[in-house]
């Protein structure tokens, strides 16, 4: 891709960038940075909204991102010194992110493209349970509950609870073995589903860079797969991160890159949230390289990306970036709630709506139960993600926000005491793989209800 | 927030994020007359609380928590010049990082802050820590309190390392209280890895850390 000529640039920048100390850095940089750029712009989210659809706002959002991502640079905590860019290399280099990439293979390899503010082509539809722990033994059933949904275009697996029965390690051998089996598992999945090019979001195992190279090599996961990388809170990489993406450039991968700003901590409140999600997806695509950027923001005492207040800085910066780059972005649809509950398909109502009016090119879900609790994951709420990204297409925002707001009403009272739901095996029947009537009545229920709020299902 | 007038300059100059501020305002007040006691006790405990709540509600962030324990760092050293170290000691002594292999620092940043807001003296050894180092670390700063964060599920078993560690040891066993949290932590994790306590949140760390103090 020709955004990759410059890794050797990223690379001497980790070292050469100005030294600083972490804390000056979070305070004087990314604390004071986004307060200064939010009020030199004016940056004011319209609260008695969700979507978010002043586009002089939200263009005025993405100047500020470019402005303060000028300023602040990416701190590298390897080295501790500050990856520093000019605007002209901000402009240049976001500039030359791809617009498009053909991701799987074969009869599965699917197109993603940049997409505008209300587009009316479809966003590429994730479907996975996206770091969720599994157990062993659920674990291909689980995934192929996703995979074996049509809508589906492409997945990315949860995480193993145990490998082989042992508990996983990061930056152990156990890493290794659990990347592979992943690997494995997750194939086999793809198999039995009848989908074996689908393009696997990787390596969920891998969380430090001994992973990803493992498993991303010869008899394991693919240059057509997307390999993810992360920056942390705020605006930080490390040498691991920037191994993983001298290795997927190397290899010719797909690079996935994502960042998860929270709200109410460095950058404030909602608008800085909003400059953090801009400045920090243009900030991947250029030292990451990316195909891809996503972000999952939450809030410093909840994490869901369904919450109100976070949902109105999403659609602001992922409005902004797609007016003004040609970036292809995603947003993660990470519900508080989890099966077997009409809170999680409510929530999932609502940031569908929010991704897709807004410009995202892939629409990634669902975290169910915020991904932290055993199993409580299922194939049916990714299925009603992209089915609602889907029904969004030709809403304008101000549709989309009517119905996202009778949606939060749903929903909002389930915020203030997470509802995990039902683990999977009492969610599906583990011989056919078909939900269990309770959750299919459920989803068949809010379907109709939101129907009826002006979603036209296809 | 009910704090007498006489202080109403130094609390703004917390809420404000001043320390040269605060640390002219608190020679000020010994200056005439008022105890060092008094100062912490009446002015800065219920301020930090009050600034600690404010960011359990989100009516305030991070960075100005963080402003505010700043303040708070510099006026401690006046009034230590004034005053009998008893008078003013913390609620307890914490001593947090990150567990090794996982380099996230935000939620264990946003705790230290919190605790630090509530009264308690909280030492950061950042992230990625060695099991033996924490409990290195613990001995050497005479820790009541181990807290532990984690983002990552494949670092929860170096969780589980720390807490073998103190509990081998009978001396850091009845030294230290255990205090865990981070994304991918659940209370059911929390009592797998015996830990004494959970936060599932900061708010929540904050209140287990009291409670633990009390059992102590």
Same mark, same amino acid.
């Given at each position: 891709?020709?955004?990759?000529?410059?890794l050797l640039?990223?690379?001497?920048?980790?070292?050469?960038?100005?030294?600083?100390?972490?804390?000056?850095?979070?305070?004087a940089?990314?604390a004071? /940075?986004?307060?200064?750029?939010?009020?030199?712009?004016?940056?004011?989210?319209d609260?008695?909204r969700?979507?978010q659809?002043?586009?002089d706002?939200?263009?005025?959002?993405?100047?500020?991102g470019?402005?303060?991502?000028?300023?602040?640079?990416?701190?590298?905590?390897s080295t501790?010194?500050?990856m520093?860019?000019?605007?002209?290399?901000?402009?240049?280099?976001?500039?030359?992110a791809p617009?498009?990439?053909?991701?799987?293979? /074969?009869r599965?390899?699917?197109?993603?493209?940049?997409?505008?503010?209300?587009?009316?082509?479809?966003?590429? =539809?994730?479907g996975?349970? =996206?770091?969720? %722990?599994?157990?062993?033994?659920l674990y291909?059933?689980?995934?192929?509950?996703?995979?074996?949904?049509p809508?589906?275009?492409?997945?990315?697996?949860?995480t193993?609870?145990?490998t082989?029965?042992?508990q996983p390690?990061?930056?152990? %051998?156990?890493e290794?073995?659990?990347?592979?089996?992943?690997?494995?598992?997750?194939?086999?999945a793809?198999?039995?589903?009848?989908r074996? $090019?689908?393009?696997?979001g990787?390596?969920?195992m891998?969380?430090?860079e001994?992973?990803?190279?493992s498993?991303i090599?010869?008899?394991?996961?693919?240059?057509?797969d997307w390999?993810?990388?992360?920056?942390?809170?705020e605006?930080?990489?490390?040498?691991?991160l920037?191994?993983?993406?001298?290795?997927?450039?190397?290899?010719d991968? =797909?690079?996935?890159?994502?960042?998860?700003?929270?709200?109410?901590g460095?950058?404030g $409140?909602?608008e800085?949230?909003?400059?953090?999600i801009?400045?920090?997806?243009?900030?991947?695509q250029?030292?990451?390289?990316?195909?891809?950027?996503?972000?999952?923001?939450v809030?410093?005492?909840?994490?869901a990306?369904?919450?109100p207040?976070?949902?109105? %800085?999403?659609?602001?910066a992922?409005?902004?970036?797609?007016?003004?780059?040609?970036?292809m972005t995603?947003?993660?649809?990470?519900?508080?709630?989890g099966?077997c509950t009409t809170a999680l398909?409510?929530?999932?109502v609502?940031?569908?709506i929010?991704?897709?009016?807004?410009g995202?090119?892939?629409?990634?879900?669902?975290?169910?139960?915020?991904?932290?609790v055993?199993?409580?994951?299922?194939?049916l709420?990714?299925?009603?993600? /992209?089915?609602?990204?889907?029904?969004?297409? $030709?809403?304008s925002?101000?549709e989309?926000?009517r119905?996202?707001k009778?949606?939060?009403?749903?929903?909002? %009272?389930?915020l203030?005491?997470?509802q995990? /739901?039902?683990?999977?095996?009492?969610?599906?029947?583990?011989?056919?793989?078909?939900?269990?009537p309770?959750?299919?009545?459920?989803?068949?229920?809010?379907?109709e209800?939101?129907?009826?709020w002006?979603?036209?299902?296809? | 927030?009910?704090?007498?007038?006489?202080?109403?300059?130094?609390?703004?100059?917390?809420?404000?994020?001043?320390?040269?501020?605060g640390?002219?305002?608190?020679?000020?007040?010994?200056?005439?007359?008022?105890?060092a006691?008094?100062?912490?006790?009446?002015?800065?405990?219920p301020c930090?609380?009050e600034?600690?709540?404010?960011?359990?509600r989100?009516?305030?962030y991070?960075?100005?928590?963080i402003l505010?324990?700043?303040?708070?760092?510099?006026?401690q050293?006046?009034?230590?010049?004034?005053?009998e170290?008893?008078?003013?000691?913390?609620?307890?002594?914490?001593l947090?990082?990150?567990v090794?292999?996982?380099?996230?620092?935000i939620?264990k940043?946003?705790?230290a802050?919190?605790?630090?807001?509530?009264?308690f003296?909280?030492?950061?050894?950042?992230v990625?820590?060695?099991a033996?180092?924490f409990?290195?670390?613990?001995?050497?700063?005479?820790a009541?309190?181990?807290?532990?964060?984690?983002?990552m599920?494949?670092?929860?078993?170096?969780?589980?390392?720390?807490?073998?560690?103190?509990?081998?040891?009978?001396?850091?066993a009845?030294?230290?209280?255990?205090?865990v949290?981070?994304?991918?932590v659940?209370?059911?994790?929390?009592e797998?890895?015996h830990?004494?306590?959970?936060?599932?949140?900061a708010?929540?760390?904050?209140?287990?850390a009291?409670?633990?103090m009390?059992?102590?």
């Amino acid at each position: 891709m020709r955004n990759r000529s410059r890794l050797l640039d990223i690379i001497d920048k980790s070292y050469s960038g100005p030294a600083c100390d972490e804390h000056e850095f979070d305070m004087a940089f990314v604390a004071a /940075g986004v307060t200064r750029v939010v009020k030199k712009h004016g940056i004011k989210l319209d609260k008695s909204r969700i979507v978010q659809s002043d586009d002089d706002m939200n263009d005025r959002i993405w100047q500020a991102g470019v402005e303060f991502l000028e300023s602040c640079g990416v701190y590298n905590t390897s080295t501790g010194r500050r990856m520093v860019f000019t605007r002209r290399e901000i402009e240049e280099w976001v500039k030359s992110a791809p617009r498009e990439a053909i991701i799987g293979e /074969g009869r599965d390899a699917r197109l993603e493209r940049h997409r505008r503010v209300e587009d009316l082509t479809p966003p590429i =539809i994730i479907g996975g349970p =996206i770091g969720t %722990p599994l157990s062993e033994d659920l674990y291909v059933p689980i995934m192929q509950s996703y995979i074996q949904e049509p809508i589906i275009d492409t997945t990315t697996p949860g995480t193993l609870d145990t490998t082989f029965g042992r508990q996983p390690r990061t930056r152990s %051998p156990y890493e290794v073995v659990a990347a592979w089996e992943e690997v494995e598992m997750i194939f086999t999945a793809a198999r039995r589903a009848g989908r074996p $090019g689908m393009s696997i979001g990787c390596v969920q195992m891998g969380i430090s860079e001994v992973g990803h190279l493992s498993a991303i090599s010869w008899g394991g996961y693919r240059p057509v797969d997307w390999h993810s990388i992360a920056m942390f809170s705020e605006m930080k990489t490390n040498n691991d991160l920037l191994i993983k993406t001298a290795h997927s450039v190397r290899t010719d991968g =797909i690079i996935q890159s994502f960042y998860n700003p929270i709200l109410g901590g460095l950058g404030g $409140g909602e608008e800085g949230l909003a400059v953090l999600i801009a400045a920090g997806l243009m900030a991947m695509q250029i030292i990451y390289m990316a195909t891809t950027h996503s972000t999952a923001p939450v809030a410093a005492m909840k994490s869901a990306t369904t919450l109100p207040q976070v949902l109105r %800085p999403i659609s602001a910066a992922i409005a902004g970036l797609s007016r003004n780059t040609p970036m292809m972005t995603d947003v993660m649809t990470s519900p508080l709630s989890g099966p077997c509950t009409t809170a999680l398909l409510f929530e999932c109502v609502a940031a569908a709506i929010v991704a897709t009016t807004c410009g995202v090119a892939r629409l990634m879900g669902v975290r169910s139960a915020a991904g932290v609790v055993l199993n409580h994951c299922t194939g049916l709420e990714a299925r009603f993600n /992209g089915e609602v990204g889907y029904a969004a297409l $030709g809403l304008s925002r101000e549709e989309g926000n009517r119905i996202v707001k009778l949606a939060v009403a749903e929903y909002e %009272p389930a915020l203030a005491v997470q509802q995990p /739901g039902k683990p999977f095996q009492e969610a599906y029947d583990l011989t056919t793989l078909h939900p269990t009537p309770e959750w299919q009545a459920m989803y068949d229920d809010v379907k109709e209800r939101t129907a009826g709020w002006g979603l036209h299902f296809m | 927030m009910n704090i007498p007038p006489a202080y109403a300059e130094l609390v703004t100059s917390i809420e404000d994020g001043e320390v040269e501020a605060g640390t002219a305002h608190t020679r000020q007040l010994l200056a005439s007359g008022h105890s060092a006691y008094a100062i912490f006790q009446e002015a800065i405990v219920p301020c930090l609380k009050e600034i600690g709540d404010r960011f359990g509600r989100m009516e305030c962030y991070l960075p100005d928590l963080i402003l505010a324990t700043d303040v708070v760092k510099g006026i401690q050293e006046v009034l230590k010049e004034g005053s009998e170290g008893s008078e003013m000691a913390p609620v307890g002594r914490v001593l947090i990082g990150t567990v090794f292999g996982d380099v996230h620092d935000i939620g264990k940043n946003i705790v230290a802050s919190m605790l630090r807001a509530n009264g308690f003296e909280v030492i950061d050894i950042g992230v990625s820590v060695q099991a033996t180092d924490f409990v290195r670390r613990a001995r050497e700063a005479r820790a009541d309190i181990v807290a532990m964060s984690s983002l990552m599920s494949t670092s929860i078993p170096y969780m589980a390392d720390v807490i073998d560690l103190i509990r081998d040891s009978e001396g850091d066993a009845a030294r230290f209280k255990v205090l865990v949290g981070g994304g991918p932590v659940t209370r059911e994790i929390a009592e797998k890895v015996h830990a004494d306590g959970f936060g599932a949140d900061a708010a929540e760390a904050v209140t287990q850390a009291l409670a633990l103090m009390r059992q102590r």
